[in-house]
């Protein structure tokens, strides 16, 4: 299936909606502006909407799948998600907003790791012992240590 994302004129997205592929491949195909033109035509914008900009489920396109309150750069071509941290900076290359200190490789604690912005570190609880153990990862070690 076929997405598009509804832009505003600062290219905030306003809404994800599902189209017809063969819509999309009966007018110019995946991200030609002639499909981006037929989707407004059969989904109107709404209120705040400019255009219709076709987004990837699979990120085989435009770097990232499009989210509410994500931002469209029309100069990457690509759909950037909000700014989480901010110490957090863009990867370039993928579009995607990256710590200070890169994520930890040992996954013990996962999924509950967390950024802890104040302290600029990551850190999880110990769940599976002690759910008020703060582990705080260290990221010149490269290991977990648990905190008294």
């Not at 189209?19 to 110019?28: L, R, S, T």
């Not at 993928?94 to 490789?105: D, H, N, Q, R, S």
């Not at 996954?107 to 802890?116: A, L």
Request: negative net charge.
């Amino acid at each position: 299936m076929a997405h598009f994302a509804e832009i505003d004129e600062n290219g905030k997205v306003l809404k994800v909606v599902v189209g017809c592929n063969q819509d999309i491949n009966a007018h110019g195909g995946d991200q030609s502006e002639e499909a981006a033109l037929d989707f407004g035509n059969r989904v109107p914008l709404s209120k705040n909407g400019v255009k219709w900009v076709q987004t990837s489920y699979n990120r085989n396109f435009r770097k990232n799948y499009a989210g509410v309150e994500f931002t469209y750069d029309s100069n990457r071509d690509a759909f950037i998600a909000p700014k989480l941290h901010n110490s957090w900076v863009l990867n370039e290359y993928k579009c995607i907003w990256e710590a200070p200190i890169a994520f930890p490789t040992d996954e013990k604690y996962m999924p509950f790791v967390n950024w802890d912005e104040l302290n600029q570190r990551w850190f999880s609880y110990d769940y599976s012992t002690d759910p008020s153990k703060l582990v705080i990862w260290n990221s010149t070690t490269l290991v977990w240590e648990i905190q008294n």
